[in-house]
């Protein structure tokens, strides 16, 4: 009851400063190409702060999507050291990359709107 009224809490706060720390870290400190551009869409730290699930999508499409996780899980190491340096907790995280595919869900839904439209203003009226 006590972090009702607070806003976010430390849970939150840890997640949401590690998110901006691991795309400040991926995007200036990562070297690997098969990773490219990514998006940290959300980080979800588990209660003890051992494990953080790091949610990201791409536009590398679904054919590349296998090399980007790889490339993810093969750095984690490094990101979680780099982690370490940057961010004040008592255990820093073990990182488990995950993708989100909530951005082409949506994409391919309002393609699917804009066709069912299209093919409805082309409908004769009775």
Known sequence: MANSNRG???KDRVSEQI???LADLIRT?????RVG???L???EVTPDYAHAKVFFSTLAGGENLQAVQTGLQ???GFLRRELGKRIRIHTTPQLHFVYDQSLERGADLSKL?????AIS???PED
């Open 41 to 43: 869409t959300d980080v």
């Open 113 to 117: 709107i804009d066709e069912a439209s």
């Open 8 to 10: 976010f809490s430390r």
């Open 121 to 123: 203003d082309h409908t």
């Open 74 to 76: 093969k750095a984690s």
């Open 37 to 39: 551009m990514i998006s």
């Open 19 to 21: 998110k901006r720390e």
């Open 29 to 33: 400190e990562l070297k690997d190409p």
